[in-house]
């Protein structure tokens, strides 16, 4: 297996670092022979933790600051506060810095110092054009297996990534180019780091076929390996738990409004009444009987089965038009259904989630 030359690649980074003095330079499984190249080139290397705990160790020329994806973690990324304010100083001290990563940009969550990650310039591994994950140079140099590479390829890229591309292949299963039509340009920055992808002529080629069979099987791994929780999870879990237990909160006020004796089982239909019970007596209430033993009943719906009861007159639209709640149905019973299955959440849930919450908070009242 032949190996490439990468010394004009390296200069071209080394030359690129003079000019923006800082570089994220991300590139991972499938070029690891350039990342070699560029960790044995003239340069102070330090990985994130060393440089953290005692700085530069120069003066002056370029520093590489390796793996930089262990930001990514949820505890390590407290730290990229502090690392930015370090890198900052000594950048002013005449140091080029690259941000070595095999983690794309994206993947970072927003935290105080992360607008380092838009202070530095990109780069990525040499522009190649390739018809399948067997041609990239890990495999073609190195020898390791395509499959294993292109596993290795998703897993650096993270769970959003991942999450958008599950999206566009299998649940809108297109390919090509109406694939990558979906995806927003960090997202596209993030496939080319990665080598899946390369501009070309105004373009971007997928570097695998374009049927992108391979990327479908090897997404299918990826995903269902994933245990660790998205960063967002905890903000969309914290916004759908308010929507949900907003809409419990008027639904029930305008039944005892409407029923003050009885809403319990005036509020729901016989099947929703059958429901509740059982849901009840399995989980909690084992010596309930009836329906009127639950303290309260709604809290045994789903938030479909609670959407439901708007429908009934004297419960009323809770201060929504038709459109608006057709408009809650489309964006946010999504979110409940990936997250009631653990499944992966789309980079747009949060943005969904936080709006709806604070839709419902200024409708209803307090």
């Not at 045994?300 to 408009?327: A, C, H, M, Y």
Request: hydrophobic share 40%.
């Amino acid at each position: 297996m032949s190996a490439t030359d990468y010394s004009q690649w390296v200069g071209e980074i080394h030359a690129k670092v003079k000019i923006f003095r800082l570089v994220f330079l991300q590139i991972g499984a499938s070029n690891e022979p350039a990342r070699r190249a560029l960790l044995g080139s003239n340069s102070k290397l330090l990985t994130i933790q060393s440089y953290l705990e005692g700085g530069a160790g120069i003066d002056c020329g370029t520093l590489i600051l390796d793996q930089f994806e262990s930001l990514t973690g949820r505890n390590e990324s407290a730290h990229m506060g502090q690392l930015r304010e370090k890198l900052f100083l000594d950048l002013k001290a005449n140091i080029g810095v690259i941000l070595l990563s095999r983690a794309p940009r994206v993947a970072f969550p927003a935290v105080v110092g992360s607008s380092l990650l838009d202070d530095a310039s990109f780069a990525r591994a040499p522009a190649q054009r390739f018809n399948g994950v067997d041609e990239w140079p890990t495999c073609s140099e190195d020898g390791l297996g395509p499959e294993e590479v292109l596993h290795r390829s998703l897993v650096e890229l993270g769970p959003e990534v991942c999450a958008s591309l599950d999206r566009v292949v299998y649940e809108a299963q297109l390919t090509d180019q109406e694939a990558l039509n979906l995806l927003s340009a960090r997202e596209l920055e993030a496939l080319d780091g990665a080598g899946l992808t390369s501009p070309e002529s105004g373009a971007r080629l997928w570097n695998i076929p374009w049927h992108l069979s391979p990327l479908k099987m090897a997404l299918d791994t990826t995903i269902a390996s994933t245990t660790d929780a998205q960063h967002r999870l905890a903000n969309i879990s914290d916004a759908m738990w308010k929507i949900e237990r907003l809409i419990r909160r008027e639904v029930r006020r305008m039944a005892v409004d409407s029923w003050p004796r009885n809403w319990r089982t005036q509020c729901l239909n016989e099947d929703l009444k059958r429901k509740v019970l059982e849901r009840a007596t399995e989980s909690a209430y084992i010596a309930a009987t009836t329906i009127k033993q639950v303290r309260d009943p709604l809290e045994w719906l789903s938030l479909g089965e609670l959407l439901q009861l708007t429908e009934n007159p004297k419960i009323g639209r809770l201060g929504l038009e038709p459109p608006q709640w057709r408009q809650f149905r489309d964006q946010v019973m999504p979110i409940r259904n990936r997250l009631a299955h653990m499944r992966t959440l789309h980079p747009e849930d949060e943005a969904n989630a936080v709006k709806w919450r604070r839709v419902l908070e200024a409708r209803l009242p307090n």
